[in-house]
């Protein structure tokens, strides 16, 4: 029973393309987080959702689309794809979005730009 | 501390020793801390985490050092296995404006690999 689970794990797809990235969680948690993971495996936060509400919005562009249907879900679309696109997505949840609570994270997508 | 350049910093041990993996942070008000540890293929997963008001808490084989003066952060790792190569991060939090939610800062990583 994966507790953050991430569809598809990996992507390759053209630029210009359109494509989307599911989450799931069931853990109970309220909050959930989409991060980018650089090829120098920097982690850096994009969106977080409590309760299907958008909390954090980081400097993304608005080619990048999160959409909560509800609070265990978290999918992340993204429109007219670019090679700078290419990294690993990560889904994350926790309990309420806390500063001092853990993280738990999904498994990720590796997305290939070609 | 932590190296700045193109390349993960790297810390090579061997079964059985200890290892030692260090983090400077930035923010001088960041009140909560935590590593996480990424395997290959795998999203990162908590490890040990400690607060502001600590320098010092211990897990199971593991020890982190909080030196708020320095704004330095350290993992110990005893006895290190091969199961502990991965890489590790250290992140650190502080609070934001209200109904703003918590922001988890990762540093760069370091990646341990153990040698049997």
């Known amino acids: 029973d994966t507790a953050v689970s991430q569809t598809p794990k990996y992507l390759v797809t053209q630029m210009g393309n359109d494509k989307s990235i599911k989450c799931e969680q069931n853990?109970?948690?309220?909050?959930m987080y989409w991060y980018k993971q650089d090829s120098k495996k920097f982690l850096k936060i994009m969106f977080s959702?409590?309760?299907?509400?958008?909390?954090i919005n980081e400097t993304v562009p608005n080619r990048f689309s999160p959409k909560s249907p509800d609070k265990a879900h978290l999918n992340l679309h993204i429109n007219s794809l670019e090679l700078g696109d290419s990294a690993v997505y990560f889904c994350?949840?926790?309990?309420?979005?806390?500063?001092?609570?853990?993280?738990?994270f999904g498994s990720g997508t590796q997305l290939s730009v070609l | 501390g932590e190296s700045v350049g193109l390349h993960l910093p790297t810390l090579s041990v061997q079964e059985g020793d200890n290892s030692i993996i260090n983090c400077a942070y930035s923010?001088?008000?960041?009140?909560?801390f935590i590593w996480y540890k990424q395997e290959s293929g795998k999203g990162p997963q908590f490890i040990i985490d400690?607060?502001?008001?600590?320098d010092k808490r211990q897990g199971q084989r593991v020890t982190v050092l909080l030196n708020k003066t320095v704004k330095h952060l350290s993992l110990q790792i005893a006895a290190t296995q091969p199961g502990d190569s991965a890489v590790y991060f250290c992140?650190?939090?502080?609070?934001?404006?209200?109904?703003?939610?918590?922001?988890?800062?990762f540093g760069q990583g370091t990646e341990l690999s153990v040698k049997p």
């Open positions: 994350a949840s926790s309990w309420t979005g806390a500063t001092n609570e853990k993280l738990f």
């Open positions: 853990l109970g948690h309220d909050t």
């Open positions: 992140a650190e939090t502080y609070h934001l404006i209200y109904n703003q939610g918590g922001k988890l800062i």
């Open positions: 923010n001088s008000a960041s009140d909560y």
């Open positions: 959702y409590n309760n299907k509400e958008l909390i």
């Open positions: 400690i607060r502001s008001n600590m």
